[in-house]
């Protein structure tokens, strides 16, 4: 009852505060000064003092990356001082990380191929690990800890109990990356931008800009929350007006420091953009003979975490493979998976069955019933080692735009790897589907949620000022590739 008291106070007061309004450091101009680019061969200008005459300019390279920036000094429009901005060593500039909750590949490569964010090179596709929520892709993005459980809440095993839930959430228990972060709001606020999310993004946005200025550290990790929030009301078209903002911020820190700043724009995970309800798993449980508790004691127990609204559920049980052929019989329900020994059993619609098993770095798949991951056609064209697997990352290229990517390593994690307390059986719902609070669903929308093993929920992006990163890549292998894109850590930590 506190936790409610805490948040409907704070959601009164941050909407106060948003209403009345502040000073806004992002002020950077939306409208394009066209004909003064055109007279300077430029590929856009800006009024960025706001005096009616631009004073910079875009230039970009014959594939039509932004690769220098230019400043008119005498007020005639014409471009004084030229800077390449390719020239510029990583080593000498500040790093700004913008780092965005829920956005998918393929919106974010709408919107560069129309020509927005070119200052960055390509965006490369990054698979997220599976279920595709926030705590675990974040861990895995920097290279850091493992989180608790997938989500606040979680069940442990050990103490056979469900624990955490809203109190750990604004906490912060299952975030243990948080630590990492230069910027990231407080977590009262997450809840606030599920409620007027495109404020709560501005807030976000400003703030971030401010810590930036005060060059404390030169590298600035800032965490986004709210763009979560916009996609969820607001769903694509929410979430390409937030990159419309971003690129205002990004473009005012490349005009305040002279270019003197490398920026990397990433997001943790992607999003269904798809409206969807709330599907009934208690009652589709309870009529099976299952009984929803919060421990196990009996053999018909079964725990079903519930948090957020997204588009997966994990339970645990002890009889894990009689609950997974239940649930898949659930309407919404699009695949079941369950570890038996150091296996991972994942079950289709139809009937569909097949065991993943690992050897090393690579993953072996064996359909007896169907081909629930859709699979047979794309591993017949793959090379197999003596044991059966295929190497993890031949499997990652070839599944890379595949209705479910990289599915094997990723079950497999989410079964054996991916937290401290891996669930017993995990869902992937349908698009149109979600599992979370109902609490939490009576007070939003849902226009786009994520949580699923499918494409649109588990493919997002990385791209960066600093140089091209690899075409495809998993969230785990950005650290690694930033490092040998630039020759620092990622992220330095210091």
């Given at each position: 009852?506190?936790?409610l008291?805490?948040?409907?106070?704070?959601?009164?007061?941050?909407f106060?505060?948003?209403s009345?309004?502040?000073q806004k450091p992002?002020h950077?101009?939306?409208?394009?000064?066209?004909a003064?680019a055109?007279?300077?061969?430029?590929a856009a200008?800006?009024?960025a003092?706001?005096?009616?005459k631009?004073?910079?300019?875009?230039?970009?390279?014959?594939?039509?990356r932004?690769?220098r920036?230019?400043?008119?000094?005498?007020?005639?429009e014409?471009p004084d001082?030229?800077?390449?901005?390719d020239?510029?060593e990583?080593g000498?500039c500040?790093h700004?990380?913008?780092?965005?909750?829920?956005?998918?590949?393929d919106?974010?490569k709408?919107?560069y191929?129309?020509?927005?964010?070119?200052?960055c090179?390509?965006?490369?596709?990054?698979?997220?690990?599976?279920?595709t929520l926030?705590?675990?892709?974040m861990?895995d993005i920097l290279?850091y800890?493992p989180c608790?459980?997938?989500?606040?809440?979680?069940?442990?095993?050990?103490?056979?109990?469900?624990?955490?839930?809203?109190?750990?959430?604004?906490a912060?228990k299952n975030e243990p990356y948080?630590?990492?972060?230069?910027?990231?709001?407080?977590?009262?606020?997450?809840a606030?931008?599920?409620?007027?999310?495109?404020a709560?993004?501005g807030?976000?946005?400003?703030?971030?800009?401010?810590?930036f200025?005060?060059?404390?550290?030169q590298?600035v990790l800032?965490?986004f929350?709210?763009?979560?929030?916009?996609?969820?009301?607001s769903?694509a078209?929410?979430?390409?007006?937030?990159l419309?903002?971003?690129e205002?911020?990004?473009?005012?820190v490349l005009?305040?420091?002279?270019?003197?700043?490398k920026?990397?724009l990433?997001?943790?995970?992607?999003h269904?953009?798809?409206?969807?309800?709330?599907?009934e798993?208690?009652?589709?449980l309870?009529q099976?003979?299952?009984?929803?508790r919060d421990?196990?004691d009996?053999p018909?127990?079964?725990v079903?975490?519930?948090?957020?609204?997204?588009t997966?559920?994990s339970?645990a049980?002890r009889?894990?493979?009689?609950?997974?052929?239940?649930?898949?019989?659930?309407?919404?329900v699009?695949?079941?998976?369950?570890?038996d020994?150091?296996?991972v059993?994942?079950?289709?619609?139809?009937?569909?069955?097949a065991?993943?098993t690992?050897?090393g770095?690579?993953?072996?798949?064996?359909?007896?019933?169907?081909?629930p991951?859709?699979?047979r056609?794309i591993?017949?064209?793959l090379q197999h080692?003596?044991?059966?697997?295929?190497?993890a990352?031949?499997l990652?290229?070839a599944?890379?735009k595949?209705?479910?990517?990289?599915?094997?390593?990723?079950?497999w994690r989410?079964?054996?790897?991916?937290?401290?307390n891996?669930p017993?059986?995990?869902i992937s719902?349908e698009d149109r589907?979600?599992s979370?609070?109902?609490?939490?669903?009576?007070?939003?929308s849902?226009?786009?949620?994520?949580?699923?093993?499918?494409?649109?929920?588990s493919?997002t992006?990385?791209?960066t000022?600093?140089?091209?990163?690899?075409?495809v890549m998993r969230?785990?292998?950005?650290?690694?590739?930033?490092?040998?894109?630039?020759g620092?850590?990622f992220?330095m930590?210091?």
């Amino acid at each position: 009852m506190r936790t409610l008291t805490r948040i409907t106070h704070a959601v009164a007061v941050g909407f106060a505060a948003l209403s009345a309004g502040c000073q806004k450091p992002v002020h950077f101009p939306a409208d394009l000064s066209k004909a003064a680019a055109e007279a300077s061969q430029a590929a856009a200008a800006y009024d960025a003092d706001h005096d009616g005459k631009a004073d910079f300019f875009l230039y970009a390279e014959p594939t039509g990356r932004v690769d220098r920036i230019a400043y008119d000094n005498d007020g005639d429009e014409k471009p004084d001082v030229l800077i390449n901005l390719d020239a510029i060593e990583f080593g000498r500039c500040r790093h700004l990380v913008i780092i965005l909750d829920g956005f998918g590949y393929d919106l974010l490569k709408e919107y560069y191929d129309a020509g927005g964010l070119r200052m960055c090179f390509p965006p490369s596709r990054v698979i997220a690990p599976y279920p595709t929520l926030t705590d675990p892709c974040m861990e895995d993005i920097l290279g850091y800890i493992p989180c608790r459980g997938f989500e606040a809440a979680c069940f442990d095993r050990k103490r056979n109990r469900t624990i955490g839930g809203k109190n750990d959430y604004l906490a912060g228990k299952n975030e243990p990356y948080n630590r990492l972060l230069q910027y990231r709001a407080k977590m009262i606020w997450d809840a606030i931008g599920y409620l007027y999310p495109e404020a709560v993004f501005g807030k976000e946005i400003n703030d971030a800009k401010r810590l930036f200025d005060r060059r404390a550290t030169q590298e600035v990790l800032a965490y986004f929350v709210s763009s979560a929030g916009v996609g969820t009301r607001s769903g694509a078209d929410g979430q390409r007006g937030c990159l419309r903002r971003i690129e205002r911020f990004v473009n005012q820190v490349l005009y305040e420091t002279r270019g003197q700043t490398k920026i990397t724009l990433l997001a943790d995970h992607g999003h269904s953009y798809q409206p969807a309800q709330r599907i009934e798993l208690e009652k589709h449980l309870k009529q099976a003979g299952w009984r929803l508790r919060d421990r196990l004691d009996k053999p018909q127990d079964v725990v079903y975490v519930r948090f957020g609204l997204v588009t997966y559920a994990s339970f645990a049980t002890r009889r894990s493979r009689k609950l997974a052929e239940d649930l898949i019989s659930c309407e919404g329900v699009e695949l079941a998976s369950y570890a038996d020994a150091d296996r991972v059993v994942v079950l289709g619609r139809n009937g569909g069955r097949a065991i993943i098993t690992r050897s090393g770095r690579g993953y072996s798949y064996q359909p007896t019933s169907g081909d629930p991951l859709e699979l047979r056609r794309i591993l017949a064209t793959l090379q197999h080692d003596e044991s059966g697997a295929i190497d993890a990352d031949a499997l990652l290229k070839a599944t890379a735009k595949h209705k479910y990517p990289a599915p094997l390593q990723r079950l497999w994690r989410a079964h054996f790897a991916l937290v401290e307390n891996c669930p017993d059986v995990i869902i992937s719902l349908e698009d149109r589907f979600y599992s979370g609070l109902k609490s939490f669903a009576g007070s939003v929308s849902i226009a786009s949620t994520h949580g699923g093993l499918n494409y649109r929920n588990s493919v997002t992006f990385i791209m960066t000022t600093a140089g091209p990163l690899p075409e495809v890549m998993r969230s785990a292998d950005i650290s690694k590739s930033m490092k040998q894109l630039t020759g620092e850590n990622f992220p330095m930590r210091k």
